[in-house]
């Protein structure tokens, strides 16, 4: 009889070893859920400040509609990915032609020192740093989420509630380059 308490007993840590995994997945998969949101709203933020922005700079540069046709084109092409990966890539491209928007100002003077200029550059500088804490955020429940479907025994559980490893968001290329400052 002791025998049967002590396997109903393992029997019933065990079933409450799986909620309490099952759960602990749901929690993440829903944080993970919540900061891909963050990242949608940032980057909503991002997309509707660009209009303005290429809007200002026409007025000075007026030779320069290829770089803006670019930044637009990266812009609705970044708006229309759907998956969190497509959309992080496309963002990616989309900053590097942010980059050739802003090295314009350096070209012209007169931009560089309007305020509507200044004031739309304050506004994305600020959102790309929101941008980038959201993007960290992500990582690191993203970081849980996929350790706890690789270790043992939780693996298990992930494995029969159809639990997957998600991917990181990574920077491009070109922001991993050293950048080289010259005097």
Known sequence: ?????????????????????????????????EAESAIDAHLKQRYDLVPNLVETVKGYAKHEQGTLTKVIEARNKAMSATSMVDKNDANNAFSSTLKSLFALSEAYPDLKANQGFLDLQGQLQKIEEQLLNARKYYNAIIKQLNTICEVFPSSIIASMAHFAKKPYLAIEEEAKARVEVKF
């Open 1 to 33: 009889m002791t025998i049967v308490y002590i396997v109903l007993g393992i029997v019933a840590l065990l079933i409450l070893y799986g909620i309490s995994v099952y759960n602990r997945y749901v929690r993440l998969r829903n944080q993970s859920e």
